[in-house]
């Protein structure tokens, strides 16, 4: 039995990884969900907006080392990160005006609007082929550690390593400093007030004297500012494919429905059990296990339940069991 | 006599191709309390509906205060004065009392919104204490309190309400008729559509019997509530 060991293999394996995985999908399920809440659809186009604003912070972040400027021990991305999210902004209040402000005129039926941002899915998918195309593209640099395995040995004299690698220490940072951001301008702030009454009581707000295209304007831009920061610092983390953006879509919506559709901390505290669920259904346990019993006990198994090519089942599977047994989620979304 | 403070004349018209009213006049004084009765399917909720802008007019007119606001729409009615409590969905469920009542003066500029919003909390003492409550966990007549309140946020000339006493129990409804004659004595108009005919018009300034869209009796409250006709097919004997 060697509990050390063994509690620094699960904080290296799963805790870390998935504190940075679940930031980064909060970052993207709140935009999901704000979406939802005040425009009152499913945004399949979130993932691929995501792709779109990380594309032009790679090249953003290209065109400042070109130029010598670097972020020292931090990734430059995070230079070029606020270029790329006023590019985001303005390219989903395009599309809100040449494509949604139509079907929100019209009173569309909340499906419709599905299908339609499936379609501006595919636009923005092909659009961020276009730019950056669809190769594989790292981005980070600066020091690649924030805690170095071995400077984490020799301090503590432990066999197993505990590695934080920058891009996951500044995720959570990132992700911790937008949801304070974010909780108090809807808490405090009058616009952000004047938000939750238009996604309470749409009727009762236009009542009151809100403008509502006001609040869409205002959702669209958080959303979308959140979008590309959950996307970079996913980059950042992993590397950057467009495609895998359009497959982070899954995990984003379980998380959202999870916390239940519309509730902001639902959506985050979603995130976080959808991270976990990935990383301790596809980890290999065996290494973990290995200090807790003999290691004759084990055999030659992984203890591994599904291979990490299956992930996206694990998404997939919280999203059905949650929809069959609770539907409106923890925190009773829509 | 001079024109009355807010008139809605001769308003025909319906939500789509089929009218609903006929002809149909309404109007109330400042301070005064007019009340809308009369059978299921009367208009009534309509008739006011029509005052506020909510659906479209082929004849008629509403005036207030001299001034044709037939065309403005209701937000834009809003700001001229006049305040709106809808039957039903009349408040934000998922904000605290507070924030409804913030929620409510959204359209003043003005510095006074925390004094009016402590002039609700004298008139309804209740929402002080559950100020910090969310509007949703409230019982049926807090919430009324609530949606009143709100609507009165923007220090409105006029005050219509739509059914205030649905669903709620007789002792809460005679505590909101109370709460009612205050706010018109304050020199707010009130025009107000009631189910419970009897106990309204007996706090009405002026009634209006409507059947099928049309003024079928108009006089002042206590008068309705003596005519036999009127109590023998609107109240029950």
Known sequence: MDLLNALVAFLNFILVPGLAYGSQLALGALGITLIFSVLRFSNFAHGDTMAFGTAFVILFTWWFQSMGITAGPLPTALLALPLGILVTIAMVLATDRAVYRYYRKVRAKPIIVVIVSTGVMFVMNGLVRMIIGTQEQNFTDGARMWLNPQDFKAATGLAEPLAIKTTQAISVVAAVLCC????????????????????????????SGINPERVVTITWMIAGAL???????????????????????????AAAVVGGLGSPVGAVVGSFIVAFSELIVTNAWKKIFGYLVPADWLGDGLYQALSTDYKVAVSFSILILVLLFRPQGIFGGK | MSEPFLIGQNMTGGYGPVDILHDCTLAVEPGEIAVIVGPNGAGKSTAMKAVFGMLNLRQGQVRLGGEDITGLSPQARVRKGMGFVPQTHNIFT???????????????????????????????????????????????GQRQQVAVGRALMTKPK?????????????IVMDELFDRIIEIARTGISILMVEQNARQALDIADKGYVLVQGRNRYTDTGQALLADPDVRKSFLGG
């Open chain 2, 158 to 170: 006029v005050l219509m309400l739509d059914e205030p006493t649905a669903g709620v129990s007789p």
């Open chain 1, 227 to 253: 979008a590309c920061i959950a996307g970079t610092l996913y980059g950042l983390d992993k590397s950057y494919r467009g495609i895998v953006y359009f497959s982070l879509l899954m995990p984003m919506f």
């Open chain 2, 94 to 140: 998922g904000m605290t009392v507070e924030e409804n009542l913030e929620m409510g003066a959204f359209i003043r500029e003005d510095e006074g919104i925390a004094g009016t919003m402590e002039q609700i909390y004298d008139l309804f003492p209740i929402l002080r204490q559950k100020r910090y409550q969310k509007a949703g966990e409230l019982s049926g």
């Open chain 1, 180 to 207: 304070i951001f974010l909780f108090w301008f809807l808490q405090k702030t009058r616009t952000g007030k004047s938000m939750r009454a238009y996604s309470d009581n749409e009727d009762l707000a236009l009542l």
